[in-house]
């Protein structure tokens, strides 16, 4: 007969929908990221090295190039309507909120490097919960293929629209404003 396992788990028992002030007093995980939406946690794993790197190069690029009203951030807690939580990968934001989550109308831009784990949430879900949110630019970067991909979304309306690729492992934009993002991984 096999030893029984001991298992330590991170979320306590929790009964009825999850809420902010629920996911706030968590203790802090460095490990992965919790996210909330419609009462329900979203925990996916930390990306990889080859992720941290594409973050590291979308957030340098833009921290270069912000114009002064803007800054560049990574992995912030975005607070969107609902009581929803997201923690995008990087972003560019309106300078000058303080405490654990910014509000969603201070942010210009959302980025995600997509990953196994997350895939369909940033293809799909992020996408309609920063454009129904109303971020005026969602960002995502594939590193799957021979070739990192990157696709430029600029809200209009109510919709997101295609509006800049990247070409050859670079990524150049002439909005929100000019920069240009070399993806080579």
Known sequence: MAAPVETEYLLPNHNGPWTLDDVLALPEDHSQRIELI????????????RHQRLVGRAFAAFDRDCPAEFEATVEINV???????????????????EGVMLPVEDVLLAGEVLSPS???NDLVLKRELYAEAGVPFYLMIDPQGPVVTATLLELRGVKYVEVTTSDDGVLTLDRPFPVTISLSA
Do not use: E, K
């Open 118 to 120: 997350t895939r369909i």
């Open 79 to 97: 607070r969107l309507s609902g009581g929803r939580l997201l923690i995008p990968d990087f972003t560019v934001i309106r300078p000058g909120a």
């Open 38 to 49: 419609d009462g329900t946690l979203i925990v996916s794993p930390l990306g990889s090295v």
